[in-house]
């Protein structure tokens, strides 16, 4: 059974940061692209950031909204993807979900393969 466990989320002032972590099991996930989306209140899930692991490179890709705020990273030895989320304005609050699609899919919601729970992330003006 395929599970991912996210962990992180909180409320933090405008400014602030958060680091969302997500712990894989079930399977080896580094052949996996795995990223992170989110779901404001009366709005569709969104695509947030991704990242794949070509054995010698991460390639890290971001939606425009958070590039050069967001940071994606990954630990293939602990099956672990982070979400360092820095200069968070209110608009970034949401539940965000991590999510595990093919190495070469588009990452869009279709192509997700597994989700986690959500957690929570809300930040105050």
């Known amino acids: 059974q395929v599970q991912l466990v996210e962990s992180g989320g909180g409320l933090v002032q405008a400014g602030g940061s958060l680091r969302l972590s997500c712990a894989a099991s079930?399977?080896?996930?580094?052949?996996?692209?795995m990223g992170w989306f989110r779901q404001a209140p009366g709005k569709e899930r969104e695509y947030v950031a991704r990242?794949?692991?070509?054995?010698?490179?991460?390639?890290?890709y971001y939606a425009d909204s958070v590039k050069d705020r967001f940071t994606i990273s990954r630990d293939n030895a602990k099956n672990t993807v982070y979400l360092q989320m820095n200069s968070l304005k209110p608009e970034d609050t949401a539940v965000y979900y991590c999510?595990?699609?093919?190495?070469?899919?588009?990452?869009?919601?279709?192509?997700?393969?597994?989700w986690g729970q959500g957690t929570q992330v809300t930040v105050s003006s």
């Open positions: 079930g399977r080896t996930f580094s052949t996996y692209a």
């Open positions: 990242i794949r692991w070509s054995g010698t490179t991460n390639f890290k």
């Open positions: 999510a595990g699609g093919p190495f070469y899919s588009g990452f869009r919601l279709i192509d997700i393969d597994y």
